[in-house]
């Protein structure tokens, strides 16, 4: 971690005030020793502290404010949405005929294959799956 005034820990500075005010906080206990040993803490820690230091503390606002924009300057992860897989009302036909077809034809076709097993697992195929389909079946089906 860059800091422009390495003798300011304001982070340190903040645990230690909440551990004065409440030592037996097992919460704040363990995220000083994580800082200590690791020197720094994640996105999720920085804010359990700032809710901790500014029930318990009389923390100078400019402290809290500097933990503030600590934390905002944290990346934040997100998860994707898994895509919807689509109803077996919304199967089509020529989907499992195209599968069969290949498969007479190119019964290794690992591809195909997978396809085949979501077909009997009444999954469904997506739309680029469905493409990617009729792709080997006007490639290999001359």
């Given at each position: 971690m860059n800091r422009?005034?390495?003798?300011i820990d304001i982070i340190a500075d903040l645990l230690k005030a909440v551990i004065k005010v409440r030592p037996e906080d097992a919460f704040c206990i363990s995220l000083l020793?994580?800082?200590?040993?690791?020197?720094?803490?994640?996105?999720?820690?920085?804010?359990?502290?700032?809710g901790?230091?500014?029930?318990?503390?009389?923390?100078?606002?400019?402290?809290?404010?500097?933990?503030?924009?600590?934390?905002?300057k944290k990346h934040t992860n997100y998860k994707s949405v898994p895509a919807a897989t689509p109803l077996l009302e919304e199967m089509d036909e020529t989907s499992p005929a195209l599968?069969?077809?290949?498969?007479?034809?190119?019964p290794g076709h690992k591809r195909v294959l997978f396809f085949k097993m979501k077909m009997d697992n009444r999954?469904?195929?997506?739309?680029?799956?469905?493409?990617?389909?009729n792709k080997f079946a006007k490639l290999l089906l001359k």
């Open positions: 422009i005034n390495p003798d020793h994580q800082y200590q040993e690791r020197g720094g803490l994640s996105k999720k820690q920085l804010e359990g502290l700032l901790k230091a500014s029930k318990f503390t009389d923390a100078a606002p400019g402290k809290l404010a500097t933990l503030e924009a600590i934390i905002l599968i069969e077809a290949i498969l007479q034809k190119y999954e469904g195929l997506v739309q680029l799956e469905k493409d990617e389909l």
